[in-house]
T-cell receptor
């Protein structure tokens, strides 16, 4: 089955710096890669996603890049702010007509701390 | 308000006592799924459902049951809970039948403790 590895497990940056979190996946049939943010004591919420027909997507200070050949994708946060402090999860899943189309596999999470 | 509602939020029970965690969504989503979250292990999928009366195992289905008799509800059943099922559980739904190309909407979680 699919295996998703996420690095680093913890990341501490100074306010205003950039943060990068990387994930690798094993199943070349995976074609949907969302990123979720989970604040302490709350539910995960989508912050950005990318599909396999796109190499990069940006939404204000957040961007995601995808390298299908190398099977890895990354989350980039620029101009970090204290409210960006949270746990971030990447995930990988497949589209219809694939085996295990409904399965979604998550990385183990990255705890990001932004110091004021 | 569009949401996924789980109940209860907190549950303490004893080994072997059957329990059900309810999950309901009001967004007419076809896809629903259950996850457990343990420290350092991310979110692991327990069961998922692509549509009514269709359920499949995720990565950690042992000790759990689900049913999808109607579109909005997807209860998680622990027939004989054990301490290793102590965890934080999330229900999620997604609009697409595949669940594979659209984002998940999560409930607020159920913290289960089995003694």
């Amino acid at each position: 089955g699919e295996n998703v590895e996420q690095h680093p497990s913890t990341l501490s940056v100074q306010e205003g710096d950039s943060a990068v979190i990387k994930c690798t996946y094993s199943d070349s049939a995976s074609n949907y890669f969302p990123w979720y943010k989970q604040e302490l004591g709350k539910r995960p919420q989508l912050i950005i996603d990318i599909r396999s027909n796109v190499g990069e997507k940006k939404d204000q200070r957040i961007a995601v890049t995808l390298n299908k050949t190398a099977k890895h994708f990354s989350l980039h946060i620029t101009e970090t702010q204290p409210e960006d402090s949270a746990v971030y999860f990447c995930a990988a899943s497949k589209g219809l007509y694939n085996t295990n189309a409904g399965k979604s596999t998550f990385g183990d999470g990255t705890t990001l701390t932004v110091k004021p | 308000e569009a949401q996924v509602t789980q109940n209860p939020r907190y549950l303490i029970t004893v080994t072997g006592k059957k329990l059900t965690v309810t999950c309901s969504q009001n967004m007419n989503h076809e896809y629903m799924s259950w996850y457990r979250q343990d420290p350092g292990l991310g979110l692991r999928q327990i069961y998922y459902s692509m549509n009514v009366e269709v359920t499949d195992k995720g990565d950690v289905p042992e000790g759990y049951k689900v049913s999808r008799k109607e579109k909005r509800n997807f209860p998680l059943i622990l027939e004989s809970p054990s301490p290793n099922q102590t965890s934080l559980y999330f229900c999620a739904s997604s609009p697409a039948g595949t669940g594979a190309g659209t984002p998940l909407h999560f409930g607020n979680g159920t913290r289960l403790t089995v003694t």
